[in-house]
C-alpha cells in the first residue's frame, strides 16, 4: 500500500488533484520569463509588459514539484514549449487578462 502525500494545492484535502486550467487551455505568460525565440511570439501588451499567448499541453508531477508543460507559436508557425511550475500562476502564467491586470493593480498599492 502506497502513502498518499497531502499537498497544498488539493481542493478539500482530501487526496484528489485540483488542476487551476485544463490541458489545451490558453494562458498568458510573461515574455521576460520564456527566453530565446519568444520575441517572434504574437504580444499583447497589459500595463506595459509583454505577454504571450501559451496553450497548456501536459502536467508533469515529480517528485518535488508539479509542472504544466506550456506552448507558444510564433508569428512564423515555429513552436516553442517551456515548462513552468504551479507556483508561477499569478506571478508570471496568468489564466486570464483581467488577472494581469489585477495583479498589476495589487503591485501598485
Known sequence: MYAINKCKFFADKSGGVYLPCKV???????????????????????????????EVVSVIKTKKQKLMKLKAVTKTGKRLFKKYCFGSIGRTVFLTKEEIEKAEERERE
Open 24 to 54: 489545451g487551455a490558453s494562458v498568458y505568460v510573461n515574455c521576460a520569463t520564456w527566453g530565446v525565440g519568444i520575441e517572434n511570439c504574437k504580444s499583447i501588451y497589459i500595463a506595459g509588459e509583454c505577454f504571450c499567448r501559451a
